[in-house]
């Protein structure tokens, strides 16, 4: 098993910067990817920005390109999302998911590929 947990979120302006953090802890050796995704409310679940666990590779979703930044810290188990230039069509509940099956190829865009979440982590953008 592996288990996440996210932690950053908060209220911001619109403009502001924010870093969200995501602990990985348990089966660490089986992950192959973690990845962001967001809930916003009334809206499905969508992908954000995924890292390959080994590589550092990393995809955005074109919301996210340009202004977010994935990192991963192996050696601390951590994941990381750095946040910048935040509007309103950012708030929304941020999870951390891991993927404990190997992904032939780039990160995956596709919930379903990931086992493992968190229980999120509230991002409110006031404009």
């Known amino acids: 098993q592996v288990r996440l947990v996210e932690s950053g979120g908060g209220l911001v302006q619109a403009g502001d910067s924010l870093r969200l953090s995501c602990s990985v802890s348990?089966?660490?050796?089986?992950?192959?990817?973690v990845a962001w995704f967001r809930q916003a409310p009334g809206k499905e679940r969508e992908f954000v920005s995924g890292i390959k666990w080994s590589s550092g590779n990393g995809d955005y979703s074109d919301s996210a390109k340009g202004r977010f930044t994935i990192s991963r810290d192996s050696a601390a188990k951590m994941t990381y999302l750095q946040m910048t230039g935040l509007n309103s069509e950012d708030t929304a509940i941020y999870f951390c998911?891991?993927?404990?099956?190997?992904?032939?190829?780039?990160?995956?865009?596709?919930?379903?590929?990931?086992?493992?979440w968190g229980q999120g982590t509230q991002v409110t953008v006031s404009s």
């Open positions: 998911a891991a993927a404990g099956i190997r992904i032939p190829g780039g990160v995956s865009r596709v919930q379903s590929r990931y086992q493992y």
């Open positions: 348990g089966r660490t050796f089986t992950i192959d990817a």
